[in-house]
């Protein structure tokens, strides 16, 4: 019986993680290769920590410090030729989500948040938002537990464009009559 999907065998995954590889901004662990990759039914997470240090041993893959990868110059001219072997459904479903893996990244290094504890028992809530050329806004607010505080910064951290918008709206508002 011949098997539905791209992935055959383990060449089949090599090229597969090598398109992805190729296009993540940020070095990645196995898990999030995984799941880059995973857009085949055929597709094992077995396969992947299998194929990932064989890539390293053939030079494709290089390992850095806490278990994440990046992809060497000779992964990227290898996969560049072997990329269009890859069925279109199965490239489409991995560009898409490696773009949007690469923007989860991108703007989670652009929001800070940092809890500390303050003498009289209560917790200060540091948030941050930055963008390419430096800091936006900082805002410190006082949660009277750890469980407020932690939330306060979860919450930010999905918000912190609306957040920054509605501040500067308010804050620029009446600008006009403040300037006559």
Request: aromatic share 8%; proline share 2%; net charge negative.
């Amino acid at each position: 019986m011949q098997r539905l999907g791209f992935i055959h065998d383990m060449l089949d995954v090599k090229v597969l993680i090598l398109f992805v590889m190729s296009r993540v901004a940020y070095p990645v662990n196995t898990q999030q290769i995984y799941e880059l990759c995973y857009q085949d039914d055929c597709l094992s997470y077995f396969d992947v920590c299998t194929a990932i240090p064989q890539m390293v041993t053939s030079g494709h893959l290089k390992a850095l410090e806490n278990d994440c990868y990046e992809i060497t110059d000779k992964g990227k001219a290898d996969g560049s030729l072997t990329e269009d072997s890859i069925a279109y459904t199965v490239r489409c479903r991995a560009e898409n989500a490696v773009a949007r893996f690469n923007r989860q990244l991108r703007r989670s290094s652009f929001v800070k948040t940092q809890v500390i504890p303050r003498e009289n028992g209560d917790f200060s809530v540091i948030m941050a938002l930055d963008d390419e050329q430096g800091n936006l806004m900082t805002l410190e607010l006082v949660a009277p537990n750890q469980r407020q505080a932690i939330r306060l910064g979860k919450l930010f951290e999905t918000k912190a464009e609306t957040i920054y918008n509605l501040t500067m709206t308010e804050l620029l508002d009446g600008e006009d009559e403040v300037d006559s």
